[in-house]
C-alpha cells in the first residue's frame, strides 16, 4: 500500500525513539519485551521493529481500521512526514488488527502493541505539540490511544482510558 511506505530514515527514527524514551522497568513483562524488541537483526524482515514489519502494521491499519474510524485523512498521510507518536499509535493499532486477523501473536503483535501504548500517552503529554493550541496530530494521537486501550488492549490499560478520557 502507498500509504504505507515508508524511508529507511524514518524507521531508524522510530527504532531511535523506541530505544531511547520507552524503558521496560515498570514490571518484568515491560522489560523483557523492550529486551525482545531492541534485540536481534532489524535488517531481518521478520525483526517487529524491521521497516518492513513497520510498514506491515501501518498497512494492517488501513485494511482493518480506519474504514471504521477515518482519524486520519488518507489521501494526504505520508509516514515519512508524520510525526513519530502519531505513527507508534498506528502501528500499534495496525499490529494489533494484524494479529486478530492472522488469529495468533505472529509478530509478537499484542505485546508489542501494549508496550507502545503504555509508554505512549505519557511521550504525548511530554511532547511541545501538546501545550495550547495543540496540534492537530496530538488529538489524533489521543484518540488512537483511546480507542486502542478501549478495544484491543489490557484491562490495566482499559482502566487507564477512563482515568484520561477527560484529556
Not at 511521550?123 to 492537530?136: H, I, N, T, W, Y
Not at 486501550?149 to 487507564?160: A, F, G, M, Q, V
Amino acid at each position: 500500500m502507498p500509504e504505507a511506505s515508508m524511508s529507511d530514515d524514518k524507521s531508524h527514527e522510530i527504532f531511535v525513539f523506541i530505544k531511547n524514551r520507552f524503558h521496560g522497568s515498570e514490571s518484568l513483562e515491560l522489560e523483557s519485551m523492550r529486551d525482545l524488541m531492541l534485540s536481534g537483526d532489524r535488517s531481518h524482515g521478520e525483526h517487529m521493529l524491521s521497516k518492513r514489519m513497520m510498514q506491515a502494521y501501518i498497512g494492517s491499519y488501513w485494511r482493518h481500521f480506519d474504514a471504521q474510524l477515518p482519524i486520519i485523512h488518507k489521501a494526504t498521510f505520508s509516514a515519512d512526514t508524520t510525526p513519530v507518536l502519531l505513527l507508534l499509535a498506528i502501528m500499534s493499532i495496525g499490529s494489533a488488527c494484524l494479529n486478530k486477523k492472522r488469529g495468533s501473536d505472529v509478530t509478537g503483535g499484542m505485546r508489542l502493541s501494549n508496550f507502545l501504548v503504555t509508554h505512549l500517552r505519557w511521550a504525548v503529554f511530554m511532547d511541545a505539540g501538546f501545550r495550547a493550541p495543540a496540534k492537530l496530530w496530538i488529538f489524533q494521537t489521543l484518540l488512537l490511544l483511546e480507542l486502542y486501550e478501549k478495544t484491543l488492549s489490557t484491562r490495566e490499560l482499559h482502566e487507564r482510558a477512563h482515568i484520561h478520557h477527560a484529556t
